[in-house]
């Protein structure tokens, strides 16, 4: 295992002049692939994640529940909040879960947890499912947003080690069963505006269990299964937007106006919302939203450079599988698979169908190629969540990463082809658009079978690569450490001054060579959780980084040039050009927009 | 199970049936067959190739009925069986394969259909199944062909001639995967000429015209796609019944 590598810089001047990295040069370089390790119940997270009845027989308890790396101490090193459901007979859950990261204090190579729920002023009690961090006050930490099925909960971080909840003075508690949320900053006012997906209006008196027959006669079966009912012929419960208007009195309590209609964040009808991504689909220098909706189409937001927004899931290819079929989207990935410049994505879905890998052609046009990909026909069996592109061997290509888990205990021992509990997939980007396996096939924790909900990638130990954190359905998580032999890297965090804090809608391009990577900042995960808000990047043999390139979201640009490889980079916008103005030469400059890189 | 006592009940079971006659029990099956009742024509072909086990078209009825029951197991042992005592039986290894892909398992089924093809090369049904699994596994060249010779065909029913637009839609579909638009619209246009309802053929259509730059042709047709859609989904509320 490789020692943490950490370095803070800020501007321009500085990048050249960074310390050295620490990866020791080795002699011939091993194949690259991962290897994943599950070191949940060494590290402390051995907490059984309650995510509903065990044999499913309502829709509620089919979602699972998941949870999001944060530094809420800023001490450096991620911290976890784990989100808890309940059941119907104990409808007050047992509590969210905080664990701080203590480190690795005997050198085992195991960073150990401590749960500080308590002493943090947490612990929601309704039936969570996920939770969106982003520090929405601009005041250096960050902030936690619950969302349950019942009341949200929106946690100002007080910067002192505890939690207050504001959600109902803010306005954003809402009461319905929300699922995902995405924190973005939709109108470029410099802070973060949040957008909630609803699934269903669901009680328990409404609808009924699993083996009742419906008012309708038709009992619900699927592939000869008595199965719970729903999500489709159940009344959908419309998604929510709320942009952030501040602290206009300064009571420390954000004031959030809903605006879903009004800037355009309605679909043609109420569907089921699972999951919800912020990107830049077209390079604008805005964020556009993609929305993943069980048993209907999906949506894309196109935004119209004023924070209001056109949907356009259909023309843009979008909205259906390649054939037109509606799916049924759980998880969201976003990322440049195949490094043409703009942001992918894939969506995972039921099974018997597949998951589905958007090629972004540019000009707002998508193209569905999961079986060219060799995605579609791999994922035909299973029921897929969490979905993420990560470089998992740090060789420059983005890999697949997909939860798998399906929501019906019943079809165990049935011929379906699917099971409940499933081990998840792993696909090695091949760089020429097709996905294939790992020699290896990625260590003894892909080999875990269980109905895994949301993926929560992480650097654990800032070791450069990529570790994962997996939920599971009335399970404990994995927590997947990544032992790989694997290439170089780069990892970077952005501190905004103009731009919010975090720097979320940043883009970070990676410049060796020929080669150019682009990720986005973000916090939201696939589903259901958070993330920090890094850009990372494998570099393979790559030890130097010719140029590396912010564009902030208040449209200001920094590059960095002949930056070392193997170290975490922080970089702050107060030390960059104004907007319209750049530090880098007009030749940078003009091939980056030959690329569509900036506008 | 002693196998006297075996002996004697296969004996006794098919008494009956040896009172009634095989043509009989044969024909028995084939008008229950006929009436769709697939319980009594899987009991009457039992008990036909109980009578006769050296009967193929005994073994390959008793595979249909099997099939039509949704008893997928015994309907791979009766085509299985069927096959083997043929070895030019076309019907059977398409159909096993029939059985296979409706259990999504696609490449036992596509070994089928090649082996049904390998006898009769001009079998609509299974050339279009060919196809149909080969595009699933992306291999779209080999699928092409095979939809290809699927349109070079003469339907002799209508049966064939359903199949025949199938082959269409799906040659269609692959000229949309190799970017060719101009000919997946071209595909779909035809198709939809047939049969307006397709939904599938919809959508390829407004995408297709959408990669052609034909915008507002594009919106059309993807509304409408939608409006399909949502019509043929079929929604019907649930709530829980009234006590």
């Not at chain 1, 601009?138 to 100002?156: E, K, Q, S």
């Not at chain 1, 564009?551 to 104004?578: K, Q, Y």
């Not at chain 2, 083997?84 to 596509?110: I, S």
């Not at chain 2, 079998?123 to 070079?152: D, I, K, P, T």
């Amino acid at each position: 295992m490789r020692r943490k590598a950490l370095l803070c810089i800020t501007g321009v001047a500085f990048a050249a002049a960074a310390c050295a990295g620490d990866r020791p040069a080795t002699g011939t370089p091993p194949v690259p692939a991962p290897h994943f390790v599950d070191i949940a119940a060494a590290a402390g997270l051995d907490v059984v994640q309650v995510s509903g009845g065990a044999n499913a027989d309502y829709i509620i308890d089919s979602l699972g529940t998941g949870g999001a790396w944060l530094d809420y101490d800023n001490d450096g090193d991620p911290d976890l909040y784990l989100v808890q459901g309940a059941t119907r007979d104990a409808p007050e859950g047992p509590p969210d879960r905080l664990f701080r990261n203590d480190g690795d204090l005997d050198g085992d190579g195991v960073p150990h947890f401590t749960d500080v729920t308590e002493a943090a002023g947490l612990g929601d009690r309704n039936w969570g499912v996920g939770v969106a961090v982003a520090d929405y006050d601009n005041d250096g930490d960050p902030d936690l947003y619950v969302t349950n099925w019942g009341a949200n909960r929106l946690y100002r971080n007080n910067g002192d080690g505890t939690f207050t909840d504001v959600a109902a003075a803010a306005g954003v508690d809402g009461s319905r069963w929300s699922t995902s949320a995405a924190w973005t900053d939709t109108d470029r006012d410099g802070d973060l505006d949040l957008y909630v997906t609803n699934y269903v209006e669901f009680t328990f008196e409404r609808y009924p269990a699993r083996g009742e027959l419906p008012a309708n006669d038709k009992p619900c079966i699927w592939r000869g299964v008595e199965i719970f009912c729903g999500p489709r012929n159940l009344q959908p419960a419309p998604d929510r937007f709320y942009r952030n208007d501040g602290d206009p009195d300064g009571d420390g309590i954000p004031l959030f106006v809903e605006v879903t209609a009004q800037v355009g964040l309605v679909p043609i009808e109420p569907m089921y919302g699972i999951a919800v991504r912020a990107f830049d689909a077209d390079g604008d220098g805005d964020d556009d939203l993609y929305v993943a909706n069980d048993s209907v189409q999906n949506l894309f937001f196109v935004n119209q450079g004023d924070g209001s927004f056109v949907e356009e899931s259909i023309l843009a290819g979008l909205a259906y599988s390649e054939r037109g079929t509606e799916q049924a989207g759980m998880g969201i990935a976003v990322g440049d698979y195949d490094r043409n410049g703009f942001i992918d994505l894939a969506v995972t879905n039921f099974s018997h169908d597949h998951d589905t890998l958007y090629r972004n052609d540019g000009a707002l046009l998508f193209t569905d190629v999961s079986f060219p990909a060799g995605l579609g026909t791999a994922s035909y069996f299973t029921l897929g969540w969490g979905i993420e592109f990560l470089d998992l061997d740090l060789d420059g290509w983005q890999d697949l990463y997909v939860c798998h888990g399906h929501v019906y205990p019943q079809i165990d021992g049935r011929d379906t082809g699917a099971s409940f509990r499933a081990t998840d997939g792993l696909y090695r980007n091949a760089g020429d658009g097709t996905l294939t396996s790992f020699p290896g096939g990625g260590g003894p924790g892909m080999s875990i079978k269980e109905a895994s909900r949301a993926l929560l990638p992480v650097d654990l130990e800032g070791d450069g690569d990529l570790d994962l954190l997996v939920t599971h359905v009335n399970a404990p998580p994995s927590l997947l450490r990544n032992d790989g032999e694997l290439g170089n890297w780069i990892s970077v965090g952005l501190r905004g001054t103009r731009s919010n804090a975090d720097g979320i809608g940043a883009r970070v391009y990676v410049i060796v060579g020929e080669t150019r990577q682009l990720r986005e900042i973000r916090r939201e995960a696939s589903y259901a959780g958070s993330v920090l808000p890094r850009a990372h990047f494998g570099l393979g043999d790559a030890t130097t980084i010719d140029r590396l390139v912010v564009r902030w979201p208040s449209g200001a640009i920094t590059m960095l040039t002949e930056v070392e490889a193997n170290r975490f980079i922080l970089i702050d916008e107060g030390e960059v050009a104004a907007p319209g103005e750049t530090a880098m030469d007009a030749e940078t400059l003009e091939e980056l927009r030959s690329l569509g890189y900036i506008r | 199970m002693c196998p006297i006592i075996a002996s004697l009940l296969v004996v006794l079971l098919a008494l009956p049936a040896a009172a009634a006659g095989y043509d009989e029990i044969f024909e028995r099956g084939r008008s229950a067959m006929r009436a769709r009742n697939f319980a009594t024509a899987t009991e009457a072909f039992q008990q036909a190739v109980d009578l006769r086990p050296d009967e193929v078209d005994a073994w390959f009825r008793l595979g249909l009925a099997r099939s039509a029951n949704d008893e997928d197991d015994a309907a791979i042992a009766a085509y299985r069986k069927a096959a083997e005592m043929d070895p030019q039986h076309a019907k059977a290894r398409n159909n096993l394969g029939n059985v296979l892909f409706r259990r999504d398992a696609y490449e036992e089924a596509l070994t089928w259909y090649t082996r049904a093809l390998e006898i009769e090369p001009d079998y609509m049904l299974a050339r279009y199944h060919q196809g149909w699994v080969l595009r699933h596994y992306n291999r779209n060249e080999e699928a092409e062909a095979a939809f290809g010779h699927c349109l070079q065909l003469t339907p002799q029913s209508s049966r064939e001639q359903t199949t025949r637009f199938d082959c269409l839609f799906f040659a269609g579909t692959l000229r949309f995967r190799a970017e060719d638009y101009e000919a997946a619209a071209r595909l779909m246009e035809q198709v939809l000429a047939a049969n307006g309802g397709h939904v599938e053929a919809r959508y390829y259509l407004g995408m297709s015209y959408r990669r052609l730059g034909r915008i507002d042709e594009a919106r059309e047709q993807l509304e409408l796609h939608r409006r399909m859609t949502r019509a043929v989904r079929k929604d019907t509320p649930v709530e829980k019944a009234k006590p």
